[in-house]
């Protein structure tokens, strides 16, 4: 398929992590061509009772928001004496993170489970998020499987090196409970690609 073409919303976009039997550094990360990215997300596997492998992946699923995407701007307002306007200057450039609001099912995030385990094990993970406007077959983006998976419907891809950091559960009265998942951005973002 090609990247998305037309004015829609992206409620079924996608994020997932690659999990490798053999951790990924960032020099390895950073080594990674486009097709090398899409090949470690060629296996969905499940966060419960899932086990990892080559080119294995996971999906954060029933996710309620997403935050922006990207790598965000670094521009400061610096106040100039006498007059009616600041100056924006380019400032320093800080890691970014984000914040996953998901609806919360506590087992897919227990310990023991493959996403309950990587929050705050301070290990550096693939992540990919999968810009969708249509409902794809599968969500497989390896280069070789491009009629399958993601490559059924219009998609765009990103991806970034980065970390699980922290997940805070939000009890809700009246509505279903929902958590926080943060994670740490350690590289540049990679992208658009698409299947």
């Known amino acids: 398929m090609s990247h998305i073409s037309t004015i829609g919303a992206g409620m079924f976009s996608d994020l997932s992590i690659a999990v490798p039997s053999t951790d990924i550094t960032r020099t390895g990360y950073d080594a990674l061509s486009e097709a090398d990215l899409k090949d470690l997300f060629a296996n969905e596997i499940a966060s419960i009772g899932g086990t990892k492998a080559t080119d294995t992946y996971v999906r954060v699923t029933d996710v309620r928001e997403f935050p922006s995407m990207g790598t965000p701007p670094n521009i400061v307002n610096v106040p100039v004496y006498g007059s009616s306007t600041s100056q924006q200057i380019q400032g320093q450039s800080d890691a970014p993170s984000m914040e996953i609001q998901i609806n919360f099912v506590a087992a897919e995030l227990a310990d023991g489970t493959i996403l309950g385990d990587m929050v705050g094990d301070g290990k550096a993970y693939v992540f990919r998020f999968t810009l969708l ?9 390896d280069s070789v499987g491009a009629a399958t998976g993601l490559g059924t419907v219009e998609n765009s891809m990103y991806f970034w090196y980065g ?8 009890p809700q009265l009246t509505d279903g409970n929902t958590a926080t998942l943060t994670l740490s951005v350690q590289s540049d973002f990679q992208g658009a690609f698409t299947v």
């Open 133 to 141: 406007n249509a409902n794809p077959d599968g969500h497989a983006s």
């Open 163 to 170: 970390k699980v950091e922290a997940l805070q559960v939000n």
